[in-house]
């Protein structure tokens, strides 16, 4: 069995609290929500937080409001289970639903939550590893080492985005609340990540995730297609994710996000541009599917090799289109099992 | 599911679906297994590992971590009395000779394979063990390394072992084949890959040893084989009568578990300090180091007549072997043996070579080597068919073994070879094909077919013991010296005295895996545990039931053999009976003993010149089909599994709900081995640690396996079973590939049959994928 190392855990009861005592512990402190993501990373001696603020029993950060009609609001520790089972999340933000439902197993939906999906860790074949196992083969850069195992030569570090919700909260246009200390913002979703593997978050470390933030859904629909080996608990190797506002026959707005192709989900805004206006044809899926393709650029760093993930980009883009359209062939609406 | 086969119509118990005694504990939490034990005093240990797949250890201090806090001990190579045990591997080539099969206890100036055990520590905690084995000085001077059998067997490899890389080479020639190719209509050639698999166990090796308080050294482990008490006592140099393995129930065992793992090193432990000590091996020591299946590469080369009957097989096989030998020379001889299948090929050439490398050495797994075969076999029977236009079915109702024929070692088949029919059961019971459920959708459905040995090889003249006896209340005790390893081996002992002593299940205990206090019956291994023990259970059953008739005979006038022993009572006909514990106790006064001890011998032979095909190998067989329905996805390559059903000729189903339980646990592994499941290696360094990347099937994977247990009443287990551990794993791969290549034209022939792989051969990813 892995141990964890030693840390003190902190239980604040406030949002206001929980900021405080990070910013006291500065560089020695983390958050933890469920801790599905963080306490398996730190038996891997991945993080090794001498102080651990935990998000449990915040009342603030739970909860979801609002209605599809006018928005919605979820708190960051709302667990993936209820996020999925939600009602009006269902019937307004499907493929919000839909990924929460294909995080990991129903075990780890019940102690995982919104928030710490969308902060989830990045991974690698050759990180996702016992701190043993790195130790032997030599560290890499993303923890105690210098050097990138995957593309020795490389300055930076490509470890996957491998977070379900993050690509469609992005299509759908979500913001996120930030809250510090000295205060809180609100930002677009797609202003938390930047493309690096270790540095995948541009919020301070002691800034917390409160709230997700969905715009009114009006005529909005969506749909995500992951790309996973077995029916349950593996990780994304791809995630497709599109949202489309349709004018009557017509794509009035669309956007299309791909999760697991780098170190940040990846939007795909010439593909989704080309929808824009026009018919969703059999043809111009084929040509929307084709450009989403594009931007997909995964290293063989965890599962498939990349010339496999790219094509799949190409199908599933093509399938979530095909589903949003009614067409026949959109593949099982909720999940591809490859 | 049991066919309605009513070979004794008396039966009570034997051949019923009963719950078994362990069933309950285990669920309930009850079941104490190695790690759950623990003593006042005891010690925690931990094994350093090394880091390389190929290094020269320069330099090995361990004063350093001698001093750390808590710790007992710390040792090295030089501390091991007999540092190496060895097997002895009779036969072979005269490339070869015969063989004394090595392995290293700790590693002494060479590492051959990342993850091989350096040093050992105990502490008085664990992570005092674990500060202390990172505190060991270790110096290693990496050295080349090989890493495929292909390059290890080239000239000029790197040699893993001084006397070099070729292990074990084995041969069959049979027959004319040069001539039978000749007359051949068609001819299929292919070549065939599988991975290295793990055993995947829910337990890893575990054990706690203690000196006791009559100075044996006990060990109380999760183990197969609890006659590696023998072994521990070889490396401690101290008699065989000093050392007691305890095997208590096991979390699985698969073969992983045949090898020594944790109890040498506790032992070493135990003597050093005179403290309890424990050790546990975490997951990724577990899928790091542990003996692994052997990835074969196969070549065949079979030739048919126009109507479709084989008339000739070439087959090379090559095996990794790892970097120590283990049994991977035994391991080669059941593929050696098995490798035309259970069809009836008149000239056969087999060349089996398995060969040294720096990786993770392989052993024993579930199937022994009759299972890569079967991938193999299978899909080479399915092209043939495929080529002259016969159905699955058609092509090996023709050319199936039958009783009297001969395999290509030339051992004849004695019992019931329940071939056709058993492809003919299955292929049907998965009923009216469905359609595709979309246009990119396509099913398919594939039939393999296999034989399986069960008990071990003849010359290895096999025995197991038991004793059975009656307490004086006319409660019964069963002592027999099984490992169960979650196959309900215990239960169906219990079963088949109850059934013999005319008692109730629930009156039955049962005593198991003490090699000081339960009589040996040898490995759980090889199918052979019920065949064997079973037998031995049953012969001491009724000897200790005419000894109770004879003393009861007079008491109530009649005969003996008018006698029967039916719900705790001697009953006459017309109905006098008398209650056990009543001839009990005429039997204490007579002096007649009311327990006996029983040693069961298998049939048992010498040593066969494979190569002339000269006889017997094995004592028996167990054959099976299997049967697939797959959906296909043509745009992604994703296999779904839409229906899957396992036939299998056990002989005599002791407890079919036992029996179901292996058909669909063996099944769902081969799936996985089939499927997904694969240890990645990079120049001998395992990707795959955990079980987030090495990939076993969770329920979302699997359909339900339904089990189809059928009953020819010949076997040469009690009430003749056969055995039924190791056969359900063979087929899988093969009946998924074969209905992957019904439903799209393409044929995989590389384990696991990913979506990938499938995607590729399809012609989606283009030239350049
Ligand atoms: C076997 C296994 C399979 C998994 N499969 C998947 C999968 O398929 N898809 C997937 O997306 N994930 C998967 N995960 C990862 C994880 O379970 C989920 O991402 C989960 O949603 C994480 O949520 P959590 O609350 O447990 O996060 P935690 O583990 O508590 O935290 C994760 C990270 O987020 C930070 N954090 C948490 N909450 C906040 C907050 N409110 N503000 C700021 N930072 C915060 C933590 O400091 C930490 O760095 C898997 C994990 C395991 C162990
Ligand atoms: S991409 Fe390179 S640096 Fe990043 S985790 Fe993988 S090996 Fe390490």
Request: net charge neutral; with cysteine; aromatic share 6%.
């Amino acid at each position: 069995m892995m141990r964890l190392p030693p840390f003190t855990y902190l239980a604040p009861r406030t949002l206001h609290a929980a900021a405080t005592a990070l910013a006291e512990h500065g560089a020695d402190a983390m958050p933890v929500a469920g801790g599905t993501d963080l306490f398996p990373n730190m038996k891997r001696r991945q993080f090794e937080p001498k102080v651990l603020v935990g998000l449990r029993g915040i009342r603030e950060l739970t909860g979801i409001r609002g209605r599809g009609r006018e928005g919605m609001t979820l708190g960051a520790g709302t667990t993936l289970s209820a996020v999925a089972a939600h009602p009006e999340i269902v019937a307004h933000y499907g493929a919000l639903a839909t990924a929460a439902g294909l995080v990991s197993s129903p075990q780890l939906r019940n102690m995982g939550t919104l928030g710490g999906n969308v902060c989830v860790d990045t991974r690698c074949n050759y990180y996702n590893q016992s701190h043993e196992w790195r130790k032997a083969i030599g560290f890499c850069m993303k923890k105690d080492g210098d050097i990138c195992l995957v593309a020795p030569g490389s300055s930076r570090c490509w470890a996957v985005s491998s977070s379900d919700t993050a690509p469609v909260l992005w299509s759908l246009g979500a913001r996120v609340r930030l809250v510090g200390a000295s205060g809180e913002r609100v930002v677009p979703l797609e202003a938390l990540y930047r493309d690096d593997g270790i540095q995948y978050l541009t919020k301070q470390p002691g800034e917390l995730v409160a709230d997700i933030v969905l715009p009114p859904a009006d005529g909005w629909t969506s749909a995500y297609l992951k790309l996973r080996r077995r029916g349950s608990f593996d990780f994304p190797v791809l995630g497709v994710a599109v949202a489309l506002r349709m004018d009557g026959d017509r794509v009035g707005e669309a956007r299309i996000v791909l999760g697991a192709v780098a170190s940040q989900p990846r939007p795909a805004p010439d593909a989704a541009a080309a929808l824009a206006g026009e018919r969703l044809t059999p043809e111009l899926i084929t040509r929307v599917a084709d450009l989403a393709a594009g931007p997909s650029k995964p290293l063989d760093n965890t599962d498939f090799t990349h010339p496999y993930r790219k094509k799949m980009t190409r199908v599933f883009v093509a399938r979530a289109l095909r589903a949003l359209a009614g067409l026949p062939g959109g593949g099982r609406a909720a999940e591809e099992v490859a | 599911m049991a066919e309605a086969v009513v070979l004794h119509p008396s039966l009570r118990l034997v051949g019923r679906p009963l719950p078994r005694h362990d069933a309950r504990d285990k669920v309930a939490a009850a079941t104490a297994y190695a790690a759950d034990w623990g003593m006042p005093g005891m010690l925690q240990a931990t094994v350093l590992r090394s880091p390389y797949a190929s290094a020269r250890i320069v330099k090995l201090d361990t004063g350093r971590a001698a001093a750390m806090p808590g710790v007992a001990a710390v040792l090295t190579a030089k501390d091991v009395p007999r540092n190496t045990l060895a097997t002895d591997v009779p036969g072979q080539t005269t490339a070869v000779g015969p063989l004394r099969a090595t392995l290293h206890v700790l590693a002494t100036e060479r590492v051959r394979h990342q993850g091989e055990p350096v040093a050992l520590v105990a502490a008085e905690t664990l992570e005092q063990a674990r500060a202390a084995a990172e505190a060991i000085e270790v110096q290693y001077e990496p050295l080349p390394g090989v890493f495929d059998p292909e390059a290890a067997l080239a000239p000029g490899a790197p040699r893993v072992h001084e006397a070099g890389n070729l292990l074990a080479h084995w041969r069959i020639a049979r027959g004319d084949s040069a001539a039978a190719f000749a007359r051949a209509a068609v001819i299929v050639e292919g070549e065939y890959t599988t991975q290295f698999v793990d055993a995947a166990y829910l337990e890893p090796e575990s054990g706690v040893a203690w000196i006791d308080s009559d100075g044996v050294i006990t060990i109380r482990v999760s183990t197969q084989v609890i006659e590696h008490f023998r072994d521990v006592a070889e490396v401690l140099q101290i008699p065989q009568n000093r050392v007691r393995v305890i095997g208590p129930y096991l979390g699985g065992g698969f073969g992983g578990k045949e090898d020594v793992t944790v109890e040498v090193y506790l032992g070493l432990l135990a003597l050093r300090t005179g403290r309890p000590v424990k050790m546990v091996w975490t997951r990724q020591e577990s899928l790091l180091a542990r003996a692994k299946r052997h990835p074969y590469r196969m070549r065949y080369r079979t030739g048919a007549s126009a109507s479709g009957e084989i008339v000739a097989e070439q087959i090379d096989l090559l095996a990794d072997a790892g970097a120590y030998a283990y049994l991977s020379a035994l391991v080669l001889l059941y593929s050696t043996v098995t490798a035309a299948g259970p069809y009836r090929v008149p000239a056969v050439e087999v060349e089996a070579r398995c060969a040294y490398t720096n990786n993770p050495p392989t052993s024993a797994m579930r199937g022994f080597g009759a299972m890569q075969t079967v991938f193999a076999y299978e899909s080479q029977m399915d092209r043939i068919g495929r080529a002259l236009g016969l159905d699955p079915v058609e092509i090996r109702r023709m050319n199936a073994l039958r009783r009297g024929d001969s395999l290509p070692v030339g051992q004849v088949l004695e019992t019931h070879v329940a071939m056709p029919e058993l492809a003919e059961r299955v292929w049907a019971a998965l009923g009216p094909v469905r359609p595709a459920r979309a246009a990119h959708v396509k099913v398919g459905r594939g039939l393999a077919c296999n034989l399986q040995p069960y008990g071990r090889i003849v010359w290895l003249h096999d025995w197991s013991s038991a004793w059975v006896g009656f307490e004086m209340d006319g409660s019964l005790v069963v002592r027999c010296g099984v490992p169960d390893v979650g196959g309900g081996q215990a239960s169906s002992l219990c079963q088949i005295a109850a059934e013999v002593l005319g008692v109730g299940l629930e009156q039955v205990s049962v005593h198991i895996g003490d090699s000081a206090l339960t009589p040996l019956a040898g490995t759980t291994t090889a199918s052979r545990q019920l065949y064997m023990s079973g037998n031995a259970v049953l012969k001491a059953a009724r000897e200790l039931r005419a000894q109770l008739l004879a003393v009861a005979a007079p008491m109530l006038g009649v005969k003996d053999s008018a006698l029967d022993l039916l719900e705790g009572a001697v009953v006459a006909d017309g109905g006098r009976s008398l209650p056990v514990p009543d001839v009990l106790r005429r039997c204490a006064r007579e002096g007649v003993p009311r327990s006996h001890l029983a040693v069961y011998h298998a049939p048992a032979g010498e040593p066969v010149d494979l190569a002339t095909g000269s006889g017997k190998v094995f004592p028996d067989y167990t054959f099976g089909a299997h049967a697939a329905e797959v959906e296909i996805d043509m745009e992604t390559g994703a296999v779904r599994l839409v229906k899957y059903v396992a036939a299998h000729d056990v002989g005599r189903a002791i407890n079919p709900q036992s029996v179901e339980g292996q058909i669909q646990g063996g099944a769902v592994q081969g799936l996985g081995g089939g499927l997904l499941e694969e240890v990645i290696l990079e120049e001998g360094i395992n990707l795959t640690t955990s079980f987030a990347s090495y990939l076993i099937p969770t329920a979302a994977d699997v359909p339900d396996v339904e089990a189809l247990v059928v009953e020819s009443g010949e076997g040469l287990g009690p009430f003749n079973a056969r055995g039924i551990g190791e056969p359900p794993i063979g087929p899988p791969a093969a009946a998924v590939a074969n209905a992957i290549a019904d439903a799209t034209g393409v044929r995989l022939t590389r384990l696991p049959l990913t979506p990938e792989r499938l995607a590729r051969a399809l012609g989606l990813l283009g030239k350049a994928g």
